[in-house]
């Protein structure tokens, strides 16, 4: 499952050749995003058109995974827990759920989130 942030860097080509090479290969398979993230990519003000298309793209590419009631449970206990904000508990929830290891380079949030049980993925740090 791929975050927001990590969505933007690879369209932007702006991730080590080893990330977007992994990203790649994910994507030439299939790939999942959260609810969350399709509305993150779309809600940005002041974006080009240009940018907008290829989010848009992208997004119908993507398989969309929803929010249902284990999710919302789970996302409940990672923030009274950790306290990271609403958005990036949902989508680590929604990663756990499936079991899916979530790409990010948000450290900041993720890591406080593998003692769940999340799998995190920097694709900045992939060697």
């Known amino acids: 499952m791929i975050d927001t942030c990590a969505v933007i860097k690879f369209l932007q080509v702006s991730f080590p050749e080893k ?16 609810f969350i993230t399709q509305i993150e990519l779309l809600a940005w003000k ?9 989010y848009k793209q992208f997004i119908k590419g993507s398989k969309i995974l929803y929010i249902n009631e284990i999710i919302i449970n789970q996302a409940i206990e ?13 989508i680590a929830a ?3 759920c499936y079991n899916f ?9 993720f890591t406080k989130i ?11 740090t992939i060697s």
Do not use: W
């Open 46 to 54: 002041n974006q080009q058109e240009s940018s907008l298309l290829v």
């Open 101 to 109: 290891t979530l790409i990010s380079d948000n450290d900041k949030d």
């Open 94 to 96: 929604t990663a756990l």
């Open 19 to 34: 990330g977007l090479l992994l990203l790649d290969s994910i994507l030439d398979n299939e790939c999942q995003i959260s």
């Open 78 to 90: 990672i923030r009274k827990k950790t306290n990271v904000k609403l958005p990036d508990a949902i």
């Open 114 to 124: 593998t003692d769940f049980g999340l799998n995190y993925l920097n694709s900045n």
